[in-house]
């Protein structure tokens, strides 16, 4: 990842996105049809990599920053990321809320 919280904040957005876009389409054959025994597989699964995925995009530079002692550095770059995420998030659920989206 880098070192540019708006980066890595429009990447975890991305990931969302792609995510829910790939879930809509490839579910929609199914949706008439009775949940299975692997439904919930499919749901921890996916849910597993998301959690990695957003582990990476979150804590992985900040956790290189921690490590080579830019203590400062790697709670700033994290907490910004996260910052940045939390904007891009309610910019979202206001277009949703305002019916824009």
């Known amino acids: 990842m880098t070192k540019n919280p708006i980066i890595n904040a429009l990447c975890a957005s991305a990931y969302i996105i792609l995510g829910v876009t790939v879930m809509t389409f490839v579910t929609q054959p199914l949706k008439y049809k009775p ?7 499919v749901l ?4 597993t990599l998301s959690v990695a995925v957003m582990a990476f995009l979150f804590f992985y530079q900040p956790l290189m ?8 550095e790697a709670v700033n770059l994290f907490v910004k990321t996260v ?3 939390a904007a891009f998030t309610a910019v979202t ?6 019916r824009l989206i």
């Open 44 to 47: 921890l699964s996916l849910l």
């Open 83 to 85: 910052g940045i995420f």
């Open 65 to 72: 920053l921690f490590i080579e002692g830019k203590k400062k």
């Open 93 to 98: 659920l206001i277009l949703l809320f305002s």
């Open 35 to 41: 949940d299975t025994f692997f439904a919930p597989i």
